[in-house]
């Protein structure tokens, strides 16, 4: 089985789509850990799936549906980690309006359950299918992207003539996941690349509505687990990016204010000032000192 490791993402946001055979054996699986497109892999390794309040185990071959606003974290229960992942837009899929059906899929049905346990006709008509995608992304068809929707589609309907595995586990430690997955979904709003990029999510509210949870179980788990509140977390992680804004950047500071979900720079200048007893100007300066000396 082929690795992944030739994955460019720039070239996915170009075509709107990405397949790739995973297998961490050789090499890393950075790629199969991306979280900002969608997704459908075909899982054949041991692992679990972790939710912000469940988990699902997958001990055989499985269909997984991922979507960008929901956010989880696989656990492998193996070092090797193989089977095979299409990544893509959602404007990929909706270029022949076909949204009627994919709203009804496992893929976009948020609260559904995205795995689906497969026997061994069913896997190998996965994988043929996985297959033929891997093939025609290689070709010069005109048309290939509409032969991979077709696909794909028959991947997705393949999920839903099936039963949706049921054997989601609770947590025994709910903080310790809600925590992880908060801090993953942090994260993932960094680096910010464009100065016209605004951070969609800010507050601890924001954050608890992206991980379905209440505001107050999200800073409770926070909390308890970090020993620092949600605002501060948050806090400390604008302040890192503001820094190398401010540093490895030209952006104004209206512009990195902006990027950072601040309405005014006054706003973002005091905030900055807060937490480190300087401004944005003052740092920077002393920044492009210590690069010159």
């Known amino acids: 089985m082929s690795s992944h490791q030739d ?3 720039q070239e996915l946001k170009l075509k709107g789509f990405k397949a790739y055979a995973v297998d961490t054996a050789a090499g890393p699986s950075h790629d199969y850990r991306r979280r900002d497109f969608y997704k459908v892999a075909l899982v054949t390794s041991p692992c ?6 469940r988990s699902l185990p997958i001990s055989g071959p499985s269909l997984m549906f991922a979507n960008p606003h ?3 974290a696989i656990e492998l229960h193996d070092p090797r980690l193989t089977g095979y992942s299409c990544l893509f837009t959602e404007a990929f899929m909706k ?3 076909r949204s009627e059906s994919l709203q009804q ?4 049905k948020v609260g559904g359950t995205p795995v689906f346990h497969l026997d061994g006709a069913q896997a190998a008509y996965a994988e043929g299918i996985f297959q033929k995608i891997l093939a025609e992304q290689r070709t010069e068809y005109l048309y290939k ?3 991979i929707r077709t696909y794909l589609q028959l991947l997705i309907h393949e999920a839903l003539r099936m039963q949706p595995t049921e054997s989601f586990v609770q947590h025994k430690n709910a ?3 809600i925590t992880a997955l908060f801090l993953e979904l942090l994260e993932r709003l960094f680096p910010v690349e464009s100065p016209g990029q605004a951070m969609p999510l800010k507050t601890a509210q924001d954050f608890a509505q992206q991980l379905g949870v209440h505001v107050n179980h999200l800073n409770r788990a ?4 970090t020993g620092k509140p949600t605002t501060a977390h948050i806090a400390e992680r604008v302040i890192t990016e503001a820094k190398a804004l401010l540093h490895h950047t030209s952006w104004s500071t209206a512009e990195i204010a902006y990027s950072l979900g601040f309405e005014y720079p006054t706003y973002f200048n005091n905030f900055f000032k807060k937490h480190t007893s300087t401004t944005p100007l003052a740092f920077r300066r002393d920044a492009e000192r210590v690069a010159e000396a």
């Open 48 to 53: 679990t799936v972790h939710y912000a309040d």
């Open 95 to 97: 270029e022949n309006d």
């Open 175 to 177: 903080s310790s996941r």
């Open 7 to 9: 994955l460019n993402p």
């Open 105 to 108: 899929s496992p893929l976009f």
């Open 145 to 147: 992207g509409d032969l």
């Open 70 to 72: 929901i956010p989880y």
């Open 222 to 225: 926070v909390k308890e687990v």
